[in-house]
């Protein structure tokens, strides 16, 4: 009798155990398996299907030219200025002439201005160290980090659909593949501090009147810009200035608010090509990690928004190159290159890209969003990994790759902002936060008409438009309101 009791007290204890402990337990599984995916997949198949969705480099004549891209071969703080548009300069110099003086500032008195203003406490500048970069990041926006909070229910229609917005890639169009859930489209981000608005495409356009926008990056790059069309067009719609054959440069232009909103594809944002080179193992990057992409960094002048982004192409197989001399490479078996590995590529990357913004006359606000994470479950992406959730998974965290590659990020945009002039505008994005909830937010098996396509993988990492990603639109429409 005494003893049944115990072991039915025990059950009962072992019952709720599992019940408290199993969730997080597969919470985490599901966070490592992304790891376990992006390291392995990225890794060991040539073909990408989900990233390679974003065709590869166009050959197409013009600013965006890849042929001019490659032979350039002087460093990335010497090859911009001269360049073609003289107007620009004027305009240029003119707006420099206001930062001039603060400029001649050296970066070391930068640093102990920063450490001033982020410690209150009269803190020392040796104290807080260079290596802590991320301690000079504000991450709020108007007094409130909107990028920390929750997902709660939200019962109004999506603001466009496929029938009203014509600018959704087919990929993501997930109501026209006919995706049957339509709970993904009801939840609305709350930061934990205040309350984030819904985007506003009418303020928006005032907001950016008379300017134009950039997005750089890669597909997801390309998921968020066509959010932001999708909104805008609601209110007025677009003329269409330029579109290279492949979908991968574009530019609209909303004629009532003077406004040019524009995509550019460049998804290591340094210089990179992906044509086989003799000597050389096939289906590899070759990623100049000295150089900036030329095809944004020679046409930003002429934007006063540029959004920069990356991240996922840096782990396929690529090979690495500074001063055009092969240093190294990512996963490369069979090779003798020396394996450095993607977060090398990462961190060097950026720390390029942000030396040429910081030592180039460009004065727009450069904005920097964080890394997207991927929700493949029940295996990775090419063994028939899914992501048929309907709803935010409320507790997810960050781990594996998505941490490090975010960690990596953070740390170089603190970085930049030390060494930034004080005139220049660098804003951190960091949607990473608010992502990760969503594994319920992607194509998943319709990324085509009535995902009729099983001999395709899921996608578990762009996103459904409408949808999660919208709300990365509001946040910018957030931060505009307090710039
Ligand atoms: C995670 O969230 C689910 C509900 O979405 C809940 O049942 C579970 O207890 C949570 N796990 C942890 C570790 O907080
Ligand atoms: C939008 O998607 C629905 C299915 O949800 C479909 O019936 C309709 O034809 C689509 N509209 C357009 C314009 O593609
Ligand atoms: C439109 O904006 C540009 C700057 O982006 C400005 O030079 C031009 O004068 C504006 N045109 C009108 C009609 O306001
Ligand atoms: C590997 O090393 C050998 C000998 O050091 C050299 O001959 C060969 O070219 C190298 N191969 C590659 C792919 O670098």
């Known amino acids: 009798m005494e ?10 204890v072992l019952i709720l155990m599992i019940m408290v402990v ?6 985490r599984l599901y966070i490592s398996h992304i790891t376990l995916l992006l390291t392995a997949v990225y890794t060991e198949l040539p073909l990408l299907p989900l990233i390679s969705m974003a065709p590869p480099l166009p050959k197409i004549s013009g600013v965006a030219n ?3 891209q490659r032979e350039q071969r002087s460093p990335p703080n010497e090859d911009h200025i001269a360049q073609k548009e003289t107007v620009l300069k004027e305009e240029e110099e003119e707006k420099q002439h206001d930062c001039h003086e603060q400029t001649e500032e050296d970066s070391t008195e930068k640093l102990k201005k920063d450490e001033v203003n982020t ?111 999708c909104f805008l067009s609601q209110v007025e719609s677009p003329e269409h200035l330029y579109r290279d054959d492949r979908d991968l440069f574009v530019r609209w232009f909303f004629p009532l608010y003077n406004f040019t909103l524009a995509v550019f594809w460049s998804p290591f944002l340094v210089r990179w090509t992906e044509d086989d080179v003799e000597g050389l193992p096939p289906n ?15 046409a930003i002048h002429k934007y006063d928004y540029v959004v920069l982004s990356g991240g996922h192409w840096f782990m396929k197989p690529s090979i690495y190159f500074m001063n055009n001399e092969i240093i190294g490479c990512h996963y490369l078996p069979g090779t003798n290159f020396t394996q450095i590995g993607f977060y090398y590529g990462l961190q060097t990357a950026l720390q390029t890209v942000y030396d040429y913004l910081i030592s180039s006359s460009y004065n727009g606000v450069v904005f920097f969003r964080t890394f997207t994470p991927a929700h493949f479950e029940n295996g990775q992406w090419h063994e028939g990994g899914n992501c048929v959730r309907t709803a935010p998974t409320h507790n997810a965290t960050l781990g594996g790759v998505t ?7 953070v740390k170089e945009f603190g970085r930049a902002l030390r060494l930034s002039k004080p005139c220049s505008t660098f804003k951190i994005v ?36 409408p949808g999660a990603i919208d709300t990365w639109s509001a946040m910018l429409l957030e931060m505009l309101r307090h710039m």
Request: hydrophobic share 35%; net charge negative.
């Open 284 to 298: 590899t990057q070759k990623l100049h990690l000295d150089v900036v992409d030329k095809n944004w960094a020679s």
């Open 403 to 409: 941490l490090e590659m975010y960690n990596i990020q």
């Open 66 to 68: 890849g042929e001019e």
């Open 430 to 465: 960091d949607t990473i936060h608010a992502s990760v909830l969503r594994a319920d937010g992607h194509p998943g098996p319709y990324r085509s008409l009535g995902a009729t396509r099983t001999d395709l993988p899921q996608d578990c990492l762009h996103w459904c438009l």
């Open 119 to 229: 410690n209150s406490d009269g803190l020392r500048q040796e104290q807080i160290g260079i290596d802590d970069p991320i301690q000079v990041i504000d991450f709020s926006v108007g007094g409130c980090n909107i990028w920390k909070g929750k997902w709660i229910p939200h019962h109004s229609p999506p603001a466009y659909t496929n029938a009203t917005c014509q600018f959704i890639q087919g990929h993501q169009d997930c109501l026209k593949n006919g995706r049957p859930d339509l709970q993904y489209l009801q939840w609305k981000w709350k930061p934990h501090d205040c309350d984030l608005p819904l985007f506003d495409a009418e303020e928006f356009l005032k907001l950016v009147q008379g300017k134009a926008w950039a997005f750089v990056g890669d597909s997801i790059s390309r998921n968020h810009f066509q959010s932001i069309l």
């Open 22 to 27: 199993l969730p997080f337990v597969l919470a």
């Open 3 to 12: 003893s049944s009791k115990l072991l039915t007290q025990r059950a009962v």
